[in-house]
């Protein structure tokens, strides 16, 4: 009994850091995106495929609020292939 409570002490933890860092990050790219005024940020294929990796488990609906510099759901064509 005494292990589940310290488990879920510590789980309790670890979840409000990661909140925390989460809340941060937000922040921090909010802060850039202020810096580039209406400049686009210019971003590489393999960044967007980087970007788009990361993303895909999130969904559509959650990343739409969370991303702050980068618009979702568009599909651009390049050379090399499809970018997501």
């Known amino acids: 009994m005494i292990l ?5 002490m510590v789980a309790g933890w670890l979840q409000r850091h990661q909140q925390h ?3 941060y990050l ?7 995106k ?7 940020l210019r971003l590489t294929d393999t960044e967007r495929r980087r970007l ?7 969904g ?4 739409t609020a969370l ?3 980068v618009v ?6 390049t050379d090399s292939g499809m970018v997501s």
Not at 52 to 58: D, F, N, S
Not at 60 to 63: T, V
């Open 4 to 8: 589940h409570v310290l488990i879920a």
């Open 21 to 23: 860092v989460i809340t």
């Open 26 to 32: 937000q922040e921090e790219n909010r802060v850039l």
């Open 34 to 40: 202020a810096q580039l005024g209406g400049r686009r």
């Open 52 to 58: 788009a990796a990361l993303a895909h488990p999130l």
């Open 60 to 63: 559509r609906q959650r990343l």
């Open 67 to 69: 991303a702050t510099l």
């Open 72 to 77: 979702c759901g568009r599909s651009i064509h």
